[in-house]
């Protein structure tokens, strides 16, 4: 008869724990910033911030998912894969006047049809993502 196996070792998680505080902090600094500047994008950092702290704080997870006021979108995302139609507006709108300035730029057509692909492909994505929670029945 063979003993019990021991439980598997945490040294792993011990390690990259403050690793993902660290850069948990990181996202959620760039994530206010993305609130209060209108080029940057604010919520995906929070998303990623909640990510990080789900391995090293379930505190600071907690505090991110109940903001009030970006924690139901963090929330939605995270849980249902879902995007706010507002958001998804302001998102392709932003990816189109970037690609507009691209086009004014006139930079090589590879890297002109290569941001356009990149810019479609992100916009698709985006467009088909669910509106809120799945509703049954």
Not at 83 to 106: C, D, Q, T, W
Not at 116 to 135: D, Q, W, Y
Request: with cysteine; hydrophobic share 50%; net charge positive.
């Amino acid at each position: 008869m063979n003993p019990p196996e021991p439980p598997p070792s945490s040294w792993p998680y011990s390690l990259t724990r403050p690793f993902f505080f660290v850069l948990g902090l990181v996202f959620v600094g760039m994530g206010v910033v993305g609130y209060i500047l209108p080029v940057m994008p604010g919520t995906i950092f929070l998303i990623l911030a909640a990510a990080c702290f789900a391995r090293s704080s379930r505190r600071l997870e907690a505090w991110v998912e109940k903001h009030p006021k970006f924690g139901s979108t963090v929330v939605n995302w995270r849980r249902h894969g879902a995007i706010p139609r507002k958001a998804k507006y302001l998102s392709i709108g932003m990816m189109a006047i970037s690609f507009a300035g691209v086009a004014i730029a006139h930079p090589p057509v590879l890297w002109f049809w290569a941001i356009a692909a990149i810019l479609f492909a992100c916009a698709l994505f985006v467009a088909t993502r669910p509106e809120g929670p799945k509703v049954s029945g």
